[in-house]
């Protein structure tokens, strides 16, 4: 959770102290699903779902799917604990968008019928806490779900999803986003028409613009294995993906000021 907490630690100067920024202009996301760790109180995440979670009634380990080493979770509860750490650590009001991180976990081990009926309790929560003004809207942000084959699984059909908003709020549901991977080795959210929306079958880019849902991306680098020569420079890398038609932004992991401020640079360009 560090990272939450650099960002609030930047934003409690520039926006609290400094006031050179109006939270207005600042735009928020974050996610909830996986159980984390705590680096900054030494809890690897199987201490801090014992001593955090369990020991405190958050959640119950039934509350877990499992899958390796990967442990989700689809409780309102856990979720409402994720975002009032968020508020905490990056000191702020509210969230613009918060996300269900690999939900595709959940649905593997549930199957459909359960997975459906947690995820539409869990909208439920969302737009509650959209009332309560702790969040602007919510999305999911899968690893493999939205680029599966319509047989696997793991396949997550984003028009069902947007049914299960639907169901909740009516027209007025704040289902606004989604995230997927996209980068020069990984284009399938813009190639393979696994989406069917209205009855035709579309790419995830395609079948969100036609649902109104925006696209955020992941892994631009892939995870940094498209970072040497032979796939071209960091740069164009990061250009391919902000300049594919459809994309809102991309998620960059960065660990130096000094790449900030470059990828900054980068983005004002396009």
Not at 7 to 14: A, D, E, I, N, R
Not at 212 to 225: E, F, Q
Request: aromatic share 8%.
């Amino acid at each position: 959770m560090r990272s939450e907490r650099d960002v609030g630690s930047v934003l409690s100067k520039l926006v609290r102290k400094d006031e050179q920024i109006d939270r207005k202009n600042v735009f928020l996301s974050t996610k909830a699903g996986i159980i984390p760790g705590d680096i900054d109180a030494q809890l690897r995440p199987d201490k801090y779902l014992q001593e955090v979670l369990v020991e405190k009634e958050i959640l119950q380990r039934s509350d877990l799917q499992i899958i390796d080493h990967h442990r989700h979770v689809m409780e309102p509860s856990f979720y409402e604990f994720a975002i009032q750490q968020s508020l905490k650590h990056m000191h702020v009001d509210y969230i613009d968008v918060h996300y269900i991180h690999n939900p595709e976990v959940s649905l593997i081990v549930l199957g459909e019928e359960i997975f459906y009926q947690k995820l539409q309790q869990l909208f439920s929560f969302y737009e509650q806490q959209v009332e309560r003004g702790l969040i602007r809207y919510y999305g999911l942000a899968v690893w493999s779900a939205f680029a599966e084959s319509p047989n696997s699984p793991g396949y997550i059909s984003l028009e069902k999803v947007l049914d299960m908003a639907h169901s909740v709020a009516g027209k007025s549901h704040h289902l606004r986003f989604i995230q997927a991977p996209l980068n020069h080795s990984n284009q399938i959210a813009a190639t393979d028409l696994n989406q069917q929306v209205y009855g035709r079958w579309r790419t995830l880019l395609q079948a969100a613009e036609e649902l109104g849902i925006h696209v955020t991306t992941s892994a631009p680098l892939d995870c940094g294995k498209l970072t040497d020569h032979q796939h071209g420079h960091v740069d164009e890398l990061l250009s391919f993906v902000l300049k594919t038609p459809g994309i809102l932004s991309t998620m960059i992991g960065m660990r130096k000021i000094d790449t900030v401020k470059k990828n900054l640079k980068q983005l004002a360009r396009n």
